[in-house]
């Protein structure tokens, strides 16, 4: 199984400031992982997937990047309702996994 | 616009069984994978099980193989979970999403989520 590590647990910043947000596989992944936000008490959303690449009615502000078995999920400019948990999934092999979760907070 | 409506949740003692349901419409159901997840109270995602858009390939992950089998009709547009030997640790929101391909990947929209409770 491909375990996932996301980093740090928590993350406190200020409204208008950048945030990065890490994830590591225990396994060479290719570019196969998607990201996920998540608000208190609804569904996830998919924010990235082929590692870079924003799914549909994502804003621009949202950024993925890496391969191999390292990525990096950047938002670029926080706003209020950014303010959530963060997953990310390999898809490269079953079974599927994700990370514990990155919750950004405000600072 | 894509919808997915789970239903099937409620309370269940350990040792019993219940079926999920998800009704997908706003999108060529044949034409995609399917996928359930779940989250245990206050904890993160984990993938449970997936089916190919033909419905020939199904996967699940280790903690519920053997005891889930996921299928789905493309007739009624419809995913379903068949749950049995139901155990405490099953306790979570399961949600139904939609794969973006014919095989499973990722997600790309999720329901708002059934929950289930293993409890006696």
């Known amino acids: 199984e491909t375990v996932m590590t996301q980093s740090p647990g928590t993350l406190s910043v200020s409204p208008g400031e950048r945030a990065t947000l890490s994830c590591r596989a225990s396994?060479?992944?290719?570019?196969?992982l998607a990201w996920y936000q998540q608000k208190p008490g609804q569904a996830p959303r998919l924010l990235i997937y082929?590692?870079?690449t924003r799914a549909t009615g994502i804003p621009a502000r949202f950024s993925g990047s890496g391969s191999g078995t390292e990525f990096t999920l950047t938002i670029s400019s926080l706003q209020s309702e950014d303010f959530a948990v963060y997953y990310c999934q390999q898809y490269n092999n079953w079974p599927y996994t994700f990370g514990q979760g990155t919750k950004l907070e405000i600072k | 616009e894509v919808q997915l409506l789970e239903s099937g949740g409620g309370l269940e003692q350990p040792g019993g069984s219940l079926r999920l349901s998800c009704a997908a419409s706003?999108?060529?159901?044949?034409?995609?994978?399917m996928n359930w997840v779940r989250q245990a109270p206050g904890k993160g995602l984990e993938w449970v099980s997936s089916?190919?858009?033909?419905?020939?390939?199904?996967y699940y992950a280790d903690s519920v193989k053997g005891r889930f089998t996921i299928s789905r009709d493309k007739s009624k547009n419809t995913l379903y979970m068949q749950m049995n030997s139901l155990r405490a640790e099953d306790t979570a929101v399961y949600y139904c999403a939609k794969g973006d391909s014919s095989w499973p990947l990722y997600a790309d929209y999720w329901g708002q989520g059934t929950l289930v409770t293993v409890s006696s």
């Open positions: 396994q060479i992944l290719s570019s196969k």
């Open positions: 706003g999108f060529t159901f044949s034409s995609h994978a």
């Open positions: 089916i190919s858009a033909s419905g020939g390939s199904t």
């Open positions: 082929a590692a870079s």
